[in-house]
């Protein structure tokens, strides 16, 4: 019955949250009907499991939501957005418009603007230049995921992104975990996900397919519209909702204003990462009253935090002028941080009370007894959860929460660097969480205002098909020559 109660409980949060329910809701009451069909006390798996580990996640993790929601807002208002998606579009020119998206979006989101903010952004310049270039819109949305939403956000070394972080606390690894492996998978993704979307450009010019028919006012409705919310909420860690409040520049930043934020992320990351933080003496985390941790659980997200705060300074800074409401955008982005955070914590919460289950063993021995060893069942354990939640934080959360500190055991009896476990974790979490009910995809399509059939399918050659591609390639390579 144990077994059978978890299956429900996951079959409750996948139906209904599909079907638009939040997972605020729906994360507690799913648990707690695996709880039940185990037999377990109810009210113990609410306050002391579920409410604690969801807590747990807030307390590490809410930080690089806030700073995140509130970098990406400040770009957004101050125009620098627009300006340095712009640079790469004009730089590139009309004969590349494919590879001028692509990279738009990973500039930004490799700098740390948030994905919704990069959607709004980049979907209004990709839609001018599909039709300059009569490339058919239908794969607008491959376009901007390739750019956004793979390499940039799993396997790109030092990525700010909320799942580049999540392993940092329970491997003692950093955002630049395994670099050399990271840039591999990076140029897997980019040149298989590049080489499908100029087969299907050309075919569809064959074919006499051209841009096709505008749907207008698409964005304006998408960002009001509750099932794309609430869908977009477990997803990434911005609020689509809060994309209209504060007030943007007319104006767009000028480049070097638009793009110095950008990299002061990666450099701040980077030398906080690498140089400040091995060199302090930080022998008082080990006091019970900073909860009795050590340097390594929490270097990776403090360099993060520091690097986005530095990146808000400098925002500031370069933008005043084009920043005439402040406060307001400020609030707005703070404001966006919370919903994503409480739903992904939901989530969290949800996965401790089915990893406290004593069905739950049984989970947990198939999973560490798939062929091909540790780093392949934890590729499978991350998809999978992934794929069912519609979230890769979420999924990558609660395989870790699960199975993380078994991982590490696992990896000091093998001999396996827990820096190539951290990369594969993060890759194996992008994958199969880019399905139809991915709140991403759904907010990306809802804003180009195209549907599954047109779109879909251009999505998974370039999100999902070369993300595996770059993961078993990171496997295979990690297998044979360790981290580096």
């Known amino acids: 019955m144990g077994l059978l109660g978890i299956l429900i ?18 994360a507690p ?47 957004d208002d101050s125009g620098a957005v627009r300006s340095a998606a712009g640079f790469m579009a004009q730089r590139l020119g009309e004969r590349r418009v494919i590879l001028a998206v692509v990279l738009a979006g990973a500039l930004v989101t490799y700098g740390g603007v948030s994905l919704f903010v990069a959607f709004f952004v980049i979907v209004p310049m990709a839609q001018s230049l599909f039709r300059q270039a009569g490339i058919p819109r239908r794969l607008i949305p491959a376009a901007i995921v390739l750019g956004t939403s793979t390499f940039t956000m799993s396997a790109l070394p030092g990525t700010p992104s909320i799942q580049n972080a999540i392993p940092m606390p329970f491997f003692g690894t950093t955002p630049f975990a395994a670099p050399g492996l990271g840039i591999i998978a990076s140029l897997i993704m980019l040149g298989v996900g590049l080489w499908w979307l100029q087969r299907a450009e050309t075919a569809a010019r064959r074919a006499g397919e051209n841009y096709g028919d505008e749907t207008h006012g698409a964005a304006e409705r998408a960002a009001d519209d509750e099932l794309v919310r609430e869908r ?4 990434r860690e911005f609020d689509p909702a809060e994309i209209r409040h504060g007030r943007r520049s007319d104006a767009p930043a000028p480049v070097v204003n638009a793009i110095s934020p950008l990299a002061v992320v990666v450099i701040v990351n980077l030398v906080m990462s690498l140089l400040v933080l091995p060199r302090l003496d930080v022998s008082y985390l080990a006091e019970q009253r900073f909860g009795a941790t050590s340097l390594a659980a929490v270097a990776g997200v403090w360099s993060v935090a520091v690097a986005l705060a530095a990146a808000i300074v400098a925002t500031i800074v370069l933008n005043w002028t084009r920043l005439a409401s402040l406060r307001q955008t400020m609030d707005a982005g703070a404001n966006a941080s919370v919903l994503p955070a409480l739903s992904v914590a939901s989530l969290v919460g949800f996965g401790a009370v089915i990893a406290a289950l004593p069905a739950f063993a049984t989970v947990r021995d198939w999973v560490l007894s798939i062929e091909g060893g540790p780093l392949v069942s934890l590729a499978v354990a991350t998809n999978i959860l992934a794929a069912l939640t519609g979230s890769a934080s979420g999924g990558l959360t609660i395989a870790l929460d699960a199975l993380g500190q078994t991982y590490v ?30 709140g991403a995809v759904v907010s990306l399509l809802s804003i180009c205002g195209l549907t599954h059939r047109e779109s879909y399918f251009d999505i998974v050659m370039v999100g999902i098909v070369t993300s595996l591609l770059a993961l078993l390639v990171v496997i295979a390579l990690g297998s044979a020559l360790g981290s580096f």
Do not use: C, Y
């Not at 109810?42 to 809410?62: P, R, W």
């Not at 977009?232 to 997803?235: D, K, L, N, P, S």
């Not at 476990?421 to 969480?433: K, N, P, Q, Y």
């Open 232 to 235: 977009a909420t477990t997803a």
């Open 409 to 438: 055991e696992v990896a000091s009896r093998t001999g396996i660097e827990l820096a190539l476990m951290h990369r594969v974790a993060v890759i194996g979490s992008g994958t199969l969480d880019i399905l139809p009910h991915n």
């Open 9 to 26: 409980g996951l079959a409750l949060l996948v139906l209904f949250a599909f079907r638009g329910w939040s997972v605020l809701l729906l």
């Open 29 to 75: 009451f799913a648990a707690l009907v695996a709880a039940l069909f185990g037999g377990e006390p109810l009210l113990a798996h609410l306050t002391q499991v579920f409410m604690a580990s969801a807590a747990g996640f807030l307390a590490q993790f809410f930080p690089i939501f806030l700073l995140g929601a509130v970098f990406g807002k400040l770009m």
